[in-house]
């Protein structure tokens, strides 16, 4: 997975409540055997139409919004625990998903993907809608070291919080088999010194 240190972008708005798994990649789309691919039916019956022609008023087919910071509303990826939705977003080219609330399954795909969810107070997830309702190049910053994101141009910032061995794995582009290959000297050296 990519190294995820600090990163700056505009913002897609999707202010929508309780988007569910199906909603992010409907059940038909789970047959493939590889994680590539999902991010073309991202939102699927949401972007397109019967005819599989884009739907000019989703944000997703909307020029005007751009980035790699998806801004959800609460109750972000509930629903079914389908991991495909983490890599859906992934795909897509998202790095993170600011919400007030994340579904804890999700939540834990995501993080297990390379995906940040960020969970930010409903007083700082509105601000960030409004400032981007009022500029759609509005950036945010977010700041995994220091477990910040801030609306630069607002002068306005907020922590969030991340497991620690979550947060090692992201900085250090670790799945979980990562991380444990990176501890191969150590479980060597554990294994050679433990007496049965």
């Not at 700056?8 to 199906?22: A, I, K, L, N």
């Not at 590539?36 to 991202?42: A, I, Q, V």
């Not at 005819?51 to 909307?62: A, C, I, M």
């Not at 799945?175 to 049965?196: A, H, M, P, Y």
Request: hydrophobic share 35%; proline share 4%.
């Amino acid at each position: 997975m990519e190294k995820f240190k600090t990163l700056t972008s505009t913002c897609v708005p999707m202010p929508f409540q309780d988007v569910d798994t199906d909603q992010i990649i409907p059940a038909r789309f789970l047959k493939a055997t590889t994680r590539e691919g999902f991010g073309d039916n991202l939102f699927c019956d949401w972007r397109f139409d019967e005819n599989g022609e884009p739907k000019s008023d989703f944000v997703l087919n909307d020029p005007t919004y751009q980035g790699q910071v998806l801004v959800a509303g609460r109750n972000f990826g509930c629903g079914s625990s389908r991991e495909h939705a983490a890599w859906a977003i992934s795909d897509y080219g998202f790095r993170v998903v600011v919400s007030s609330f994340f579904a804890d399954i999700f939540k834990n795909n995501a993080l297990n993907n390379g995906l940040l969810p960020v969970q930010v107070s409903e007083e700082f997830l509105q601000q960030l809608f409004d400032a981007i309702g009022k500029d759609p190049e509005t950036e945010v910053t977010v700041n995994l070291e220091e477990e910040e994101i801030s609306i630069p141009s607002a002068g306005v910032s907020e922590s969030f919080e991340i497991n620690a061995y979550k947060k090692y794995c992201l900085q250090n582009g670790y799945d979980d088999i990562d991380f444990l290959i990176s501890k191969k000297d150590e479980i060597e050296s554990f294994e050679k010194e433990r007496t049965i």
